[in-house]
């Protein structure tokens, strides 16, 4: 008995990691497999059988001969499942549903108040049925859902603490759970920022990066060779609350002079009134105000701009990343932003660390949170027993 136990468990690893290279190297032949796995090419083809049967995988036609009969390639088959992936603001909540291959196919945006962690919820609950109520029929359905948070997070999915929620102690995925009986992923929005910008972004090439996610607060997601960096028990990347001003603001933290008291979209706003008394202010509202001409509004995101460099300089000193993702909402006034953002850089920052580096602003904007999601969520069922095929 233990034998045959120990060759079922040595058949699902070898499984997973014929899946995993097909996943990754498609399209692929058979024989191409067995040289990437080490595995015989019996083995192999006998574990294609299955995954083929199963729905994963499909073939699709011969490729190119190197001498001899032209192999048949084979595919994973992205469609076989869907996942959703939110991207929980403190005023929004944004959804999406991807493929497995984390292709985006549907997307759906919605402002709550937050008048209550009840409402919130209830508004995540119509959001994620919305998007699921979009998804085309396929072989597994709805594979998982992954939520991106502006808070820590435990391993059991509980929101221990979203300051700029106000929320504390919320068993976030067991709700969602039971309410759709789908396996749920909780994690920090910026972990996701960062996953979604190395997989489907800027970052596909960088080792090391650090994706900073400027919404109402701010949060950073930390890459380091390849591999998200959450610290010893999961809490990194708050580099939000790092001081720039030894007699600053009070913050909600308890800390005092924190750069997303500065440097983030509370801020920016904040600023904005006070020079903008007429105008209804939203981030919205400032970009198009910027875009018309409008000097105090340009000035309000440049000042922003010199606020975030400084942040970005204490990254620097701090990680020595090869790359620096600016996303969130405010990513879209890259044009006031940007150069105040390298010019802080370029004064404040040894010229070494910076030698190599690259700071950008995100190409997916506010969607590298929710690919980010959908790929926790695509990661949990590919590493669940649910994708062996008995």
């Known amino acids: 008995m233990k034998q045959t136990g120990d060759l079922n468990l040595v058949k699902k690893i070898n499984k997973s990691i014929v899946l995993h290279h097909i996943r990754s190297a498609s399209p692929v032949s058979r024989a191409r497999l067995a040289e990437l796995t080490g595995l015989t090419k019996a083995t192999v083809s006998s574990l294609v059988s299955e995954l083929i049967d199963s729905r994963l995988v499909d073939e699709i036609g011969a490729g190119e001969s190197s001498g001899g009969r032209k192999p048949v390639m084979l595919r994973f088959n992205g469609t076989a499942g869907y996942a959703v992936g939110v991207d929980l603001g403190i005023n929004y909540i944004l959804t999406a549903l991807t493929d497995l291959n984390g292709n985006r196919v549907e997307q759906y945006r919605m402002k709550h108040a937050n008048s209550s962690v009840e409402a919130v919820i209830a508004d995540l609950i119509a959001c994620i049925r919305e998007v699921i109520g979009r998804a085309p029929d396929s072989a597994y359905g709805i594979v998982g859902i992954g939520i991106g948070i502006p808070g820590f997070s435990d391993e059991q999915g509980q929101v221990l ?138 000035d309000c995101f440049e000042r922003l701009g010199g606020y975030l460099g400084i942040g970005i300089v204490n990254i620097i000193n701090s990680f020595n990343p090869e790359l620096i993702v600016i996303g969130g909402r405010l990513a879209e006034a890259e044009r006031w932003l940007r150069g105040a953002v390298h010019e802080a850089v370029e004064q404040r920052c040894w010229p070494y660390p910076r030698a190599q580096l690259q700071v950008c602003f995100s190409a997916l904007g506010s969607g590298a949170t929710v690919l980010g999601a959908c790929s926790f969520a695509i990661g949990k069922f590919f590493a669940s027993t649910k994708v062996s095929v008995e």
């Not at 102690?169 to 929005?189: G, M, S, T, Y």
């Open 161 to 298: 603490f979203a300051p700029n929620l106000g929320w504390e102690n919320v068993p976030l995925q067991q709700r969602i759970e039971q309410e759709f009986a789908i396996p749920v992923v909780i994690d920090n929005e910026a972990n996701a920022g960062a996953v979604g910008e190395k997989q489907f972004g800027t970052g596909r090439e960088a080792a090391h990066l650090v994706y900073v996610s400027i919404g109402m607060g701010i949060g950073t997601g930390i890459i380091i060779k390849d591999e998200l960096f959450r610290g010893s028990s999961g809490f990194s990347g708050e580099m939000g609350h790092i001081s720039i001003r030894y007699d600053g603001k009070p913050c909600r933290c308890g800390n005092a002079g924190c750069w997303e008291l500065y440097a983030s979209e509370s801020a920016l706003l904040e600023q904005a009134r006070a020079v903008l008394p007429d105008i209804d202010v939203s981030v919205e509202t400032l970009i198009r105000q910027a875009e018309e001409g409008n000097a105090a509004a340009i």
